[in-house]
């Protein structure tokens, strides 16, 4: 991981109206986020995911860093029929800050 988690922290500003991290994080319009670094697709429990992100989760897919970018950058591309309503992160800096913010937080 080689991003700046300090400047990934800005750009989470873009996640968080969907996604929370941190102590007492709960799912919102998308899951929670803890842990999501090495995470399996579509593997918190309690929250329904599109039918496209659990496809993906039953071939096996993890979130690992190069995934998440690949995720990331273009979302409806990466993984057509998901429900996150994303643009994406254009610039790869601000996709590995993110990455590296995120990788903080473990499950817990
Ligand atoms: C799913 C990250 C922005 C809504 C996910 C997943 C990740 C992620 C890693 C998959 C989680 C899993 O498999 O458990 C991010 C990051 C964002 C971002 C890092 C900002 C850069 C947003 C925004 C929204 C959103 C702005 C709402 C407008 C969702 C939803 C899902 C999801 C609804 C479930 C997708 C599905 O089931 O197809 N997000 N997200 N996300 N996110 Fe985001």
């Known amino acids: 991981i080689t991003g700046d988690a300090d400047e990934g922290e800005k750009?989470?500003?873009k996640c968080?109206?969907?996604h929370a991290v941190g102590e007492d994080a709960r799912n919102k319009?998308?899951?929670?986020?803890?842990?999501?670094v090495g995470r399996?697709?579509?593997s918190v429990e309690d929250y329904t995911y599109s039918s496209a992100l659990m496809e993906k989760a039953e071939e096996g897919l993890i979130w690992t860093p190069e995934e998440l970018a690949a995720f990331l950058e273009n979302p409806r591309d990466y993984l057509p029929g998901t429900k996150m309503s994303f643009a994406g992160l254009?610039?790869?800096e601000d996709r590995d800050d993110v990455i590296a913010?995120?990788?903080?937080?473990?499950m817990d």
Do not use: E, M, S, T
């Open 11 to 13: 750009v989470f500003r």
């Open 29 to 36: 319009v998308g899951p929670h986020l803890n842990g999501v």
């Open 16 to 18: 968080k109206a969907c």
């Open 90 to 92: 254009r610039k790869q």
């Open 40 to 42: 399996a697709a579509g």
């Open 101 to 106: 913010y995120l990788a903080q937080f473990d």
